[in-house]
């Protein structure tokens, strides 16, 4: 009996290593597909098919931009449930039409009580595991859009989602790679290996993957509303698993959760209104960076030479160290929103980069933001105590939706990690977020551990408008990738007049947080270019044409003749639907 055991567990970790060779070949990596969509009534752009078809369903049925949102939420968090679900938090823009308005409704992970008393500089938070859960909040984000802006019930936007769990749906490529990938976590939890393994072995692609507790929590939250999450069953569930595994998360923890209801940061690029996450994201560091773009002539450059990328590198490194010392829960710190967007400042910017060289690690430092102005006095604001996210994760995903009147939304939310904390809470198909992973440095710090303080993250749910008028809904995954990547794409768009598709497929490169000097490039940028960051003294690494590692925007845009455009990132297994 031990031989026959021994020989199982050896043909299984054959069977696996041959498995992981030939994802691990091409995680990462994708096929150009192709990803766009023309339609004049209702456009949906999102992670899958599926779920873009969820939201689509809505607006067929006479909902708007709000309920096609949250429709697809609830179902991308089925289809994609390594990156999203209700497990997690995140952020949207609503922008209404009709009267020209726009609100942001923040349902970002707020720090459990406990985990804040344990937390401190000295004890990093763990990065997997029950100890390193937040509080969930997309429920109750997605429920208080739906209520203050949607037009249908939370039951029916959330019957395609309900339909995809219990029924199932095939597995898809980039699923089922990080199925592989993450064999390690996922086969440590047995909620999750009874889910996404079949035989002690990852689903390949195309096999069917059901989640039927999954599917029951959520028919309990359609018929019962929000507190069914935050006071009620599913509550218990997730109260008495975290107790009998190490976690912290409490009854009261839970019930105390609200989504905030907050006023996008809005500024302008070229004349274009930009209108992106407020705090505690960290969306302000994109429209900082688009302020300093504008001292440059970059229509005159190729959006792939040098001193376009050079430009933008050198933005970036900045406004990253801007928003690390600054941005955090607006409940716990005053955050100088309107230093950080002052059109004097980005010129001060821009005038120190240089085409001949990298800006030293010494010659950036934080903006010292002058009372004047109405924003904080740098003195007065501790510093984060770090400079670089203590974990990141390409994990994440966007939403952007537009309906026949023209709203607008455009939604990121996720579980930090790709399948979050690695847990599953037992019978009720749910996959937790390892937001503490993103909660360093001290108490007084905006990232540091307060009792229920909002996590800073990056996500940066943006809508655009030209002329006044909406235009433009986009976004991204992609964790310390995402600001610059939104950079790069609206660059792409505004500056080099670029197709929103081709905006998207276009050649990415990162710049390392703050003062780093790596730079990360995906192979179709020309060897030229690169050698030339080479020079300046930045270490390169280079990924594979198209990489998950650099995002998944997601956008949907109408154009001079009112049509709407939407498009998917071939970096995922995106897709756009309209009509």
Known sequence: MKVS??????????????????????????????KL?????????????????????????????????????????VVEPQASGIGGEGML??????????????????????????????KPPKLTGYASVGIPGTVAGLALALEKYGTKSLSEVMQP?????????????????LLVERFDVISKNAELAKVFLKDGLPLPEGAILRN?????????????????????EIADAIVADMAANGGFITKEDLAQYKAAIRFPVRSTYRGYT??????????????????????????SWGNLSFQNMQVITEAMRQVTVDRRTYVGDPDFHQVPIEGMLS????????????FDKMTPADAIKPGDFNAKTGALLRSSLAATGTDGQAYESPSTTQISVVDSQRNMVSLTYTLSSFFGAGVMVKGTGIILNNQMGNVVGPPTAPTGPQPYKRVVTTISPTIVLKNGKPWLAIGTPGASRIMQTLVTVLSNIIDHKMPLDKAIDAPRFFVGEGTSPAMDFEARVPA???????????????????????GGVQAVMIDDSGNLIGAADPRRDGAAAGF
Do not use: C
């Open 274 to 299: 930009i209108l992106t996450g407020p705090p505690p994201v960290t969306s302000v560091a994109v429209a900082e960076a688009l302020n300093v773009l504008e001292n440059f002539d970059l229509a």
């Open 5 to 34: 055991r021994r020989i199982l567990r050896l043909s299984v970790s054959v069977v696996l290593v041959a498995i992981l060779a030939v994802a691990l070949a091409t995680v990462g990596s994708a096929q150009k597909p192709e």
């Open 212 to 232: 039927p507790d999954y599917a029951a929590s959520l028919h309990k939250i359609a018929q019962g509303g929000p507190d069914v999450f935050y006071k009620g």
């Open 343 to 354: 059109k004097d400042y980005a010129k001060t910017i821009a005038q120190r980069i240089s």
């Open 37 to 77: 969509a023309v339609g004049r009534l209702g456009m949906v752009a999102a992670a899958h098919p599926l779920a873009a078809e969820a939201g689509l369903e809505m607006l067929k049925r006479g909902g708007n931009a709000v309920d096609a949102a949250v429709a697809t939420a609830f179902a991308v968090g």
């Open 161 to 177: 989602a309900i339909r995809l769990a219990e029924n199932g749906f095939p597995v898809p490529k980039a699923l089922a790679d």
């Open 93 to 122: 823009i609503i922008y209404t039409a009709r009267d020209d308005k726009a609100v942001a409704i923040d349902f970002k992970a707020q720090v459990p009580k406990v985990t804040a008393e344990k937390l401190s500089e000295a």
């Open 528 to 550: 030229d270019v690169v050698e030339k960051f080479k020079a300046l003294g930045y270490k390169v690494k280079t990924y594979p044409d198209y990489d998950l590692y650099f």
